[in-house]
């Protein structure tokens, strides 16, 4: 496994929209070990395949540091409630905003096998699932961002 480069705002990558994963490859295998990698390496809580330069369809989602999920070519099959919160982005770096998202979602992908398996996800793993997803299609949180982009406190990027 090997550290991938995360793509910043403005990179063009990140505004183009990921196609479907057909079948599990060794480099497919390669890249999600590596997208894991790279986003515990970065402390975030999800990544997205066109973060690193790859358009595929795939997201890893940890918000826990101990439950490693991984969705491929995943689709929203359900979204209920409200949650208003703080949200940041890999490819967005010192920055927070607030977006409104679901409470709750429903996702339907394959698995590591290429099995459909269907997840849901409340609070924080909502709020990120729908994140990724939005990568997936090209689209950045900070499009949905209510009020200004904020830094993130210089005491909280400590470490
Ligand atoms: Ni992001």
Same mark, same amino acid.
């Given at each position: 496994?090997?550290?991938?480069?995360?793509?910043?705002?403005?990179?063009?990558?990140?505004?183009?929209?990921?196609?479907?994963?057909?079948?599990?490859?060794?480099? *497919? %295998?390669?890249?999600?070990?590596?997208?894991?990698?790279?986003?515990? &390496?970065?402390? #975030?809580?999800? /990544?997205? !395949?066109?973060?690193?330069?790859?358009?595929?369809?795939?997201?890893?989602?940890?918000?826990?540091?101990?439950?490693?999920?991984?969705?491929?070519?995943?689709?929203?099959?359900?979204?209920?409630?409200?949650?208003?919160?703080?949200?940041?982005?890999?490819?967005?770096?010192?920055?927070?905003?607030?977006?409104?998202?679901?409470?709750? *979602? %429903?996702?339907?992908?394959?698995?590591?096998?290429?099995?459909?398996? &269907?997840?849901? #996800?409340?609070? /924080?793993? !909502?709020?990120?699932?729908?994140?990724?997803?939005?990568?997936?299609?090209?689209?950045?949180?900070?499009?949905?961002?209510?009020?200004?982009?904020?830094?993130?406190?210089?005491?909280?990027?400590?470490?």
């Amino acid at each position: 496994m090997a550290i991938r480069t995360i793509r910043e705002i403005g990179d063009p990558v990140l505004n183009k929209v990921s196609k479907e994963v057909k079948e599990i490859t060794p480099r *497919v %295998k390669e890249l999600i070990g590596d997208m894991f990698e790279t986003m515990y &390496e970065a402390n #975030g809580v999800g /990544l997205a !395949a066109p973060q690193v330069g790859i358009l595929k369809r795939i997201v890893v989602i940890d918000t826990t540091g101990e439950d490693p999920l991984l969705l491929i070519n995943p689709k929203l099959i359900e979204a209920d409630g409200e949650q208003k919160g703080n949200e940041g982005c890999l490819s967005v770096p010192g920055k927070v905003g607030i977006v409104t998202r679901p409470n709750h *979602v %429903k996702v339907s992908a394959q698995n590591e096998n290429f099995e459909t398996v &269907e997840i849901e #996800g409340d609070e /924080l793993l !909502a709020r990120a699932i729908c994140h990724e997803l939005e990568h997936l299609d090209g689209h950045l949180y900070v499009e949905k961002v209510e009020g200004e982009l904020m830094d993130v406190e210089a005491e909280e990027e400590e470490d």
